[in-house]
């Protein structure tokens, strides 16, 4: 969607009403490939943006590309060079990238390609070259040499190299290094790897730029590509090398690593130990470790568990209130903003408390919103026994609130009739009532209910089971208490 991209960043807005919509992820994609090619650039914007995401406008470069009419990719190989041979050359390179193979053979050397278009222009054919493909490569590339005013001729010959540096232009993200380990594999400037056929015809190449891949589960195949020189990537695209020191988490030691790192891109050129962990790098690789392992790799303590479902099910029950989304999906996407700063000096996952994270999560929270909480979901209520008893606040398998519970004693309850609520009287507390073994005997929401219907019943037969523990008549003005008989 490259095109479509270039164009939309042309006319400023991408807010049409599409009939069907650019899948976001290939558009996004599309984008990171033309600011890569110097069409775009991504500018500051005076309101946060999600991380990863910001305004991107259209470059001079851009608008010269677009106006050729072309695939991005070829509009920047044909407009990186002003030498008039190297322009005749693209203007070849555009043309056979464009066309359908002139070879019979499976060679996957582009250089081959062109040097059967040039002893074409010499009169000669060869037994794998096809004449009408290669005529109509030369007509192609004619065109694209009166478009550009390009009076130079082709060049009759080029080294690979010099294909493998202008293709570039057309192919940075598909700038490809021999993997160190595999003469066969390489590593992409995307950060994908890629593997050449067993009878490659450019073999033993150490930089490569691709420009036809086929994207396969594993590794990608290396169906066309041209040698590169590293001396001319570095001068050409001496942006895209850069070195630092790198902080990764390491899962299988359960520790950081800290590395000073050569990169081309998503290419590792070299690496070697940082030795002492810069803590800004430190706070940031423990905080995409959690992304990485998930919430449950935080040291939740049950108090801490329980506060964040109170704050889900207010967040539900009393909307007015502003709670903050504290939800699995919500803290994953916000972890930048309220856990990595509480990683601050650290270098182990396991050196963030439990008193740490519980500050780290009510950050956003202002105090006097905590007493809120604390008053509308308390967490233990004083029952007619005289007793504090610990009320259980969850959510279903929708992460929605369900019912919170108060199970007690039913001895424990004697002369209460209303069934207890929280969140200002909106929600009712599910009773387990239990035996005086702690088992239970009945769960209701309607205590009056329970003790008008259901006691008599419960009575004639936990009573011979329980002697020692009062059973009277009249629930309703009986002593509630947590004890039992006293003996005699």
């Known amino acids: 969607l490259a095109s479509l991209a270039l164009e939309l960043a042309a006319w ?8 069907d919509p650019p899948p976001t992820g290939a558009m996004a994609a599309a984008r990171d490939l033309l600011q890569r090619l110097d069409a775009l650039e991504k500018r500051l914007h005076p309101k946060p943006l999600p991380e990863g995401e910001g305004v991107v ?9 677009l106006a050729l009419g072309t695939h991005p990719r070829l509009a920047a190989m044909l407009l990186a060079s002003s030498k008039p041979s190297r322009v005749a050359l693209a203007c070849d390179l555009a043309a056979l990238v464009e066309a359908r193979d002139p070879l019979r053979s499976r060679s996957d050397a582009l250089a081959e390609r062109w040097q059967a278009l040039a002893a074409f ?3 000669r054919v060869g037994a794998d070259a096809k ?3 290669l005529a109509a490569i030369d007509a192609a590339s004619k065109q694209w040499r009166r478009r550009l ?5 082709p060049p009759a010959n080029a080294p690979a190299h010099a294909l493998g540096d ?5 192919f940075p993200d598909r700038i490809a290094k021999q993997h160190p380990q595999d003469a066969k594999r390489y590593l992409l400037a995307n950060g994908r790897m890629a593997k050449l056929f067993d009878d490659s015809a450019v073999h033993g190449e150490p930089w490569l730029v691709a420009s036809e891949l086929r994207f396969e589960a594993r590794d990608a195949l290396l169906l066309r590509a041209a040698p590169v020189d590293e001396v001319y990537l570095r001068q050409a695209f001496a942006a895209h090398f850069h070195e630092g020191d790198e902080v990764r988490w390491d899962a299988g030691r359960r520790a950081l690593t800290s590395e000073r790192i050569a990169r081309f891109d998503g290419i590792v050129l070299s690496s070697k130990p940082a030795g002492r962990v810069d803590p800004a790098l430190a706070a940031r690789a423990l905080t995409d470790a959690v992304r990485d392992l998930g919430l449950v790799a935080l040291p939740w303590s049950d108090s801490l568990s329980q506060w964040r479902v109170r704050v889900q099910c207010l967040r539900a029950w009393m909307p007015e209130l502003g709670l903050p989304d504290l939800s699995d999906a919500a803290l994953l996407a916000s972890l930048d903003d309220w856990l990595k700063p509480a990683f601050a000096g650290k ?6 408390d439990e008193s740490a994270l519980a500050e780290a999560l009510k950050s956003g929270v202002d105090w006097s919103l905590r007493q809120r909480i604390e008053q509308l979901a308390p967490t233990r209520i004083v029952v007619p026994s005289g007793m504090e008893r610990r009320i259980d606040y969850q959510l279903d398998d929708h992460d929605q609130p369900a019912s919170p519970v108060l199970a007690v004693k039913l001895q424990e309850l004697f002369g209460l009739a209303q069934t207890p609520r929280v969140a200002d009287g909106r929600v009712p507390l599910t009773i387990h009532l239990l035996s005086p073994g702690g088992r239970p005997l009945q769960v209701t929401q309607d205590l009056a209910g329970f003790w008008e219907r259901t006691y008599p019943e419960v009575r004639k037969e936990m009573k011979g089971r329980y002697p020692r523990h009062p059973w009277p008549d009249d629930p309703w003005n009986a002593t509630a208490t947590h004890r039992a008989k006293p003996r005699g």
């Open 12 to 19: 400023g807005s991408d807010a049409l009403r599409f009939v």
């Open 57 to 65: 406008r259209i470059t001079a470069r851009g608008r010269r590309m």
């Open 121 to 123: 222009r010499n009169g």
């Open 131 to 133: 004449r009408s493909a």
């Open 149 to 153: 005013r390009c009076d130079a001729p």
């Open 166 to 170: 202008l293709l570039a232009h057309a």
């Open 347 to 352: 270098t182990r996952l396991d050196a963030l």
